[in-house]
């Protein structure tokens, strides 16, 4: 990177990003708390398991933006309001919504760090991308089978 205004910009997308994945933690273990509680172990279990890859990027990201200036401070803002008293019907195609943003959002983001000469932050913008690939995957899948399988699908989540 040369320039002050290049930095800014790859740094301000770097911030967008950590506080979409903050809110990702935060949104998910919400989720596998009110799923846990109502004895969907199975479901639950995986929703923290993404959480804890969430807050694996979000610490790639406040790591990166330390890496190109060590005086800033990573953002903690969330991207946006927790929802929260979700039932089991409603969560897997609301977080389906949440990995499609992210992944489009991280594509223009790692355009963003290219156009100005942060090729290191675009390929962490990649990188991390195809592991939002895999959560949207998941819940996609999850949807689906609650859609078209319902209460037979539920009742093999329960437990552990």
């Known amino acids: 990177m040369s320039t002050k205004s290049q930095?800014?910009?790859v740094v301000e997308?770097?911030?967008q990003a950590r506080s979409m994945?903050?809110?990702?933690?935060?949104?998910?273990?919400?989720?596998?708390?009110?799923l846990?509680?109502?004895?969907?172990?199975?479901?639950?279990?995986?929703l923290k398991k993404i959480a804890k890859d969430e807050m694996k990027h979000a610490e790639a990201f406040?790591?990166?933006?330390k890496d190109i200036d060590n005086s800033l401070e990573p953002t903690t803002a969330l991207a946006g309001k927790i929802t929260t008293g979700q039932n089991v019907t409603e969560i897997f195609g609301f977080n389906t919504e949440a990995e499609e943003d992210t992944i489009e959002k991280y594509g223009e983001f790692a355009k963003?760090?290219?156009?100005?000469?942060d090729?290191?932050?675009a390929v962490l913008f990649e990188k991390i991308s195809v592991e939002e690939q895999e959560h949207l995957n998941?819940?996609?899948?999850?949807?689906?089978?609650?859609?078209?399988?319902?209460n037979s699908f539920l009742a093999r989540q329960t437990g552990e």
């Open 36 to 46: 846990g509680g109502d004895d969907y172990e199975k479901l639950a279990s995986a």
């Open 138 to 150: 998941y819940f996609s899948d999850t949807a689906a089978h609650i859609k078209n399988l319902g």
């Open 112 to 117: 963003i760090c290219r156009e100005n000469a």
């Open 62 to 65: 406040a790591e990166r933006i």
């Open 21 to 34: 994945e903050l809110y990702g933690i935060v949104q998910y273990m919400n989720q596998h708390y009110g």
């Open 119 to 121: 090729p290191v932050s």
């Open 7 to 9: 930095i800014a910009k």
């Open 13 to 15: 997308v770097l911030n």
